[in-house]
């Protein structure tokens, strides 16, 4: 490694369940914040680390180093030091696989309160994962006392305010300059102190990730505290309690004058929570929906898996607006194998190679049926009306009661009735600002000849006609 960039390599373990745990203890932090470390190497054991929760401080633009830093190794965790504008002292680790793609995506997968970033690597399955589809996963590291990550100080909940999210964006800007990481394919995810963690990095930085996922976290500005605290103890009890549009304001206001897309949220909760109690679960979906600009009514409600109810929002595809999944019965220890897949199905990056391109700014569908005694033909019009190219996409829409199809052209089309989800052919996967895909499909319908009444394309809910 250069001076700008160095790393040590950690050799890797096997990657054995996660049990998160949580210990109520959280120490008062000195508010001096520590600045960037030397590019020097350290070496922490990997070892697997059962898990735990809460909350801490960090966030400032990162400045870039004088020289091109060079690559990690590849299919070990491996520290890199000296990565940019780091001012409370917080480390990165960060797996690349073998298989690395070019300009691969990047997941930042951030602890658990008493964890560390070697302890996500062992305890999850990102790293496995990026093995079989090519993406770059960080996992920052907590040095404070308490191990847990800054979600309540000023300057956490402030773009650029100068803690831990700062330090998380240098790491991320650090892998987008030597990997040419695609700048549209950035995600973060963390588990309690990481899904609050989860919550702010989103806020402070609309611009930077593209899609988040939280495992028993809070809202966005919900651990607050003015005094150096870092924990929050009306929030973790479930009594913050706010308007949607007054949780999206604090998000707003975490980067005032932002006008550009806003990332995509999935959150996680279990209805037995003790540490941060289930309101904040619903808190979470009614800032995420004012933010993202759609309904507090799902657009679809299912059970994806025994005690579970899955509802989604602003569309009903993979990648709607907003995803909740609601875990009946389960305490704060609710991460499980299994779990990531499904955040990787949400980032859209469960296939090899890249996924659906970013939401585009703005849609249109014209959408008209042509129907006969117990069939139907629907046709649909795709526009960009956006400034982005779109390189590939998904449009997803709810058929009326009664219709499944049996056929169809410019798209796949899966499942045939419900929820369904057009996937792009290989010819027509591009859409220029302002150009139009056109896309239809054969029916049978049992009285009902409607059309859909809402599209969503690569989560952006689409105007009708």
């Known amino acids: ?63 870039a180093p004088a020289a091109a830093p060079a690559a990690a190794p590849t299919a070990a965790l491996t520290e890199v030091t000296g990565f940019g504008t780091n001012p409370s002292n917080l480390q990165m680790y960060l797996y690349v696989p073998d298989s690395v793609t070019a300009n691969p995506a990047i997941v930042v997968a951030v602890h658990y309160c008493t964890g560390s970033g070697p302890a996500m690597y062992s305890g999850t399955e990102y790293a496995s994962l990026a093995d079989r589809y090519g993406f770059i996963v960080v996992y920052p590291s907590v040095t404070r006392a308490s191990k847990c990550f800054d979600v309540s100080s000023p300057q956490a909940l402030r773009r650029g305010g100068g803690s831990d999210p700062v330090g998380i964006k240098s790491m991320v800007d650090w892998v987008t300059r030597t990997y040419s990481a695609d700048t549209g394919r950035i995600f973060a995810t963390g588990i309690s102190s990481g899904a609050m963690m989860t919550n702010v990095l989103l806020g402070d930085y609309p611009d930077v990730f ?57 959150v996680w909760h279990g209805t037995e929570d003790d540490v941060l109690r289930y309101p904040n679960f619903g808190e979470e979906i009614k800032q995420w929906t004012d933010v993202l600009g759609v309904g507090q009514t799902p657009a679809a409600t299912d059970s994806p898996q025994s005690g579970w109810t899955r509802t989604r929002y602003g569309s009903t595809g993979d990648r709607a607006p907003v995803e909740a999944i609601s875990l009946q019965g389960v ?36 959408v008209t049926t042509n129907a006969w005694s117990t069939g139907l033909t629907g046709s649909v019009t795709i ?83």
């Open 1 to 63: 490694m250069s001076a700008t960039g160095s790393s040590n390599t950690v050799r890797r373990p096997s990657r054995s369940g996660l049990a998160v745990l949580f210990g109520a203890l959280v120490s008062l932090l000195a508010t001096l914040l520590l600045g960037a470390p030397g590019a020097s190497a350290r070496t922490e054991p990997t070892t697997s680390g059962t898990a735990a929760r809460a909350a801490d401080p960090a966030a400032i633009p990162a400045a």
């Open 210 to 266: 593209a899609a988040g996922a939280a495992f028993s976290g809070v809202p966005f500005g919900c651990f607050a505290t003015t005094d150096g605290s870092e924990w929050n103890s009306a929030c973790s009890g479930g009594t913050v309690l706010h308007t949607p549009q007054e949780w999206g304001d604090l998000v707003r206001t975490a980067y005032p004058g932002y006008t550009g897309p806003r990332p995509r949220m999935q």
């Open 331 to 366: 305490g704060h220890n609710l991460y499980a194998y299994g779990m990531a897949a499904r955040v990787l199905t949400f980032f859209g990056l469960d296939s090899s190679g890249p996924g659906p391109g970013p939401q585009p700014g703005a849609c249109k569908v014209t």
């Open 383 to 465: 526009t960009n009306t956006g400034t982005t190219r779109i390189e590939g996409w998904k449009l997803a829409f709810t058929l009326p009661s009664g219709q499944t199809i049996t056929n169809g052209w410019g798209a796949t089309y899966a499942p045939a009735s419900g929820s369904v989800t057009a996937t792009n052919a290989t010819y027509n996967g591009t859409i220029a600002p302002n150009a139009s895909v056109g896309i239809g499909y054969q029916a049978n319908h049992g009285g009902n000849s409607a059309a859909p009444t809402a599209f969503a394309l690569n989560g952006t809910v689409c105007a009708v006609s």
